[in-house]
């Protein structure tokens, strides 16, 4: 049977906000929650955006020098730090600026675009998430999370309407028919990938959601060999969960964007000796890349160690910093991209489309 989303009663009024206390050089929302990574947050209001994250309602607001908060309401029972919580989601505790400062010496027209971080997602919300992403784009990826949350997550009433929370892997596995509901919610093949998915994860593990955290415990090959048994993960997703959720900020997910970025904007200068402090190590990785025409397993693998090389420990934050800031510098890029549609996974290495998408209204409840 099929489990529907339960409504939570009482909404309370709108509270005051409170000062997250970042500067904008550190974290700017909108490209932050639009670059592909997230899918949940809804634009509320001017520079407003909300979403249902640990049970609570989380309101965002950007202004020019920082960052506020407020939530908006509550599952019964939920309590957590919210402040605490927002400061790990967006890891406040990496300071992106001196990242950026290293950055720029490899490459010194690497920063033009401050206040990008790599979220800290829950890892059950990250990884369902990507396996949606397969053969899609970023707006249609939205719809289906929406449609997800609506049939199993619980909504939460709020002064600017109802939000839902994610699932967890044992609020869907209550579902005893998840291939056919998903079908009907208009995940097409992707379908039995979650039906697969769910049922290994509950059969192997007492609490799956808690086995997913504690992946981020466990070194990056375990990670990825354990995210690779589940149906539907294919390199590219496995990375981006890593990544976005596993606290492996050397993982960079190589999609077809970041592949002609690493192409156009790397390989090149590398083999010219034009980037600054560029390791012999690197030379011979652009000399494999040259005349590769498309990622495969190895020259995916040889693409990563590229960027690795160059932007060390936090490559995977570069990644997501010169994904988004490329977009924007390069119009032909940014076209091509919001054309691009990813091809199926196990095939490495597409996902969402990188166009930053213009966030939907909020459906109304």
Same mark, same amino acid.
């Given at each position: 049977?099929?489990?529907?989303?339960?409504?939570?009663?009482?909404?309370?009024?709108?509270?005051?906000?409170?000062?997250?206390?970042?500067?904008?050089?550190?974290?700017?929302?909108?490209?932050?929650?639009?670059?592909?990574?997230?899918?949940?947050?809804?634009?509320?209001?001017?520079?407003?955006?909300?979403?249902?994250?640990?049970?609570?309602?989380?309101?965002?607001?950007?202004?020019?020098?920082?960052?506020?908060?407020?939530?908006?309401?509550?599952?019964? =029972?939920?309590?957590?730090?919210?402040? =605490?919580?927002?400061?790990?989601?967006?890891?406040?505790?990496?300071?992106? =600026?001196?990242?950026?400062?290293?950055?720029?010496?490899?490459? #010194?027209?690497?920063?033009?675009?401050? #206040?990008?971080?790599?979220?800290?997602?829950?890892?059950?919300?990250?990884?369902?998430?990507?396996?949606?992403?397969?053969?899609?784009?970023?707006?249609?990826?939205?719809?289906?999370?929406?449609?997800?949350?609506?049939?199993?997550?619980?909504?939460?009433?709020?002064?600017?309407?109802?939000?839902?929370?994610?699932?967890?892997?044992?609020?869907?596995?209550?579902?005893?028919?998840?291939?056919?509901? &998903?079908?009907?919610?208009?995940?097409?093949?992707?379908?039995?990938?979650?039906?697969?998915?769910?049922?290994?994860?509950?059969?192997?593990?007492?609490?799956?959601?808690?086995?997913?955290?504690?992946?981020? &415990?466990?070194?990056?090959?375990?990670?990825?060999?354990?995210?690779?048994?589940?149906? #539907?993960?294919?390199?590219?997703?496995?990375?981006?969960?890593?990544?976005?959720?596993?606290?492996?900020?050397?993982?960079?997910?190589?999609?077809?964007?970041?592949?002609?970025?690493?192409?156009?904007?790397?390989? +090149?200068?590398?083999?010219? #000796?034009?980037?600054?402090?560029?390791? +012999?190590?690197?030379?011979?990785?652009?000399?494999?890349?040259?005349?590769?025409?498309?990622?495969?397993?190895?020259?995916?693998?040889?693409?990563?160690?590229?960027?690795?090389?160059?932007?060390?420990?936090?490559? =995977?934050?570069?990644?997501?910093? &010169?994904?988004?800031?490329?977009?924007?510098?390069?119009?032909?890029?940014?076209?091509?991209?919001?054309?691009?549609?990813?091809?199926?996974?196990?095939?490495?290495?597409?996902?969402?489309? +990188?166009?930053?998408?213009?966030?939907?209204?909020?459906?109304?409840?």
């Amino acid at each position: 049977m099929t489990v529907e989303g339960e409504a939570s009663a009482a909404v309370p009024p709108l509270p005051p906000w409170r000062d997250l206390c970042v500067p904008a050089t550190e974290l700017r929302l909108d490209p932050t929650l639009t670059c592909g990574q997230a899918f949940r947050w809804k634009v509320t209001g001017p520079a407003e955006w909300t979403c249902a994250l640990w049970g609570q309602v989380v309101d965002l607001r950007q202004e020019p020098d920082t960052v506020m908060f407020r939530v908006l309401g509550a599952r019964p =029972g939920a309590s957590i730090d919210v402040e =605490g919580a927002l400061r790990d989601y967006f890891q406040l505790q990496t300071n992106l =600026g001196a990242l950026c400062a290293e950055w720029a010496r490899v490459d #010194g027209d690497f920063c033009w675009k401050t #206040g990008v971080r790599i979220l800290r997602q829950p890892v059950v919300e990250n990884l369902l998430t990507f396996i949606a992403s397969s053969n899609n784009n970023i707006k249609r990826i939205t719809m289906l999370v929406d449609r997800l949350c609506e049939r199993y997550g619980t909504g939460i009433d709020t002064a600017k309407g109802r939000f839902f929370e994610f699932p967890t892997v044992a609020d869907i596995a209550k579902d005893l028919h998840i291939d056919v509901t &998903l079908r009907e919610l208009g995940f097409g093949y992707r379908a039995p990938y979650y039906a697969k998915s769910v049922r290994l994860l509950c059969e192997e593990h007492p609490d799956p959601d808690a086995f997913l955290d504690g992946l981020r &415990l466990e070194p990056a090959d375990r990670v990825r060999t354990e995210l690779l048994r589940l149906s #539907g993960v294919g390199p590219k997703v496995a990375d981006c969960v890593c990544l976005m959720s596993l606290d492996k900020p050397d993982t960079v997910p190589i999609d077809t964007h970041m592949w002609q970025v690493a192409q156009r904007r790397y390989v +090149p200068r590398v083999l010219e #000796g034009t980037l600054l402090e560029t390791q +012999p190590e690197a030379v011979a990785l652009a000399r494999q890349l040259r005349t590769a025409k498309a990622p495969t397993n190895k020259t995916y693998a040889v693409a990563q160690q590229l960027f690795v090389l160059l932007f060390g420990p936090y490559a =995977g934050w570069a990644q997501g910093l &010169l994904f988004s800031g490329d977009l924007d510098r390069d119009p032909t890029s940014a076209q091509s991209a919001k054309q691009a549609v990813a091809k199926p996974e196990k095939q490495p290495p597409d996902g969402p489309a +990188p166009l930053p998408r213009q966030p939907s209204k909020r459906r109304r409840h």
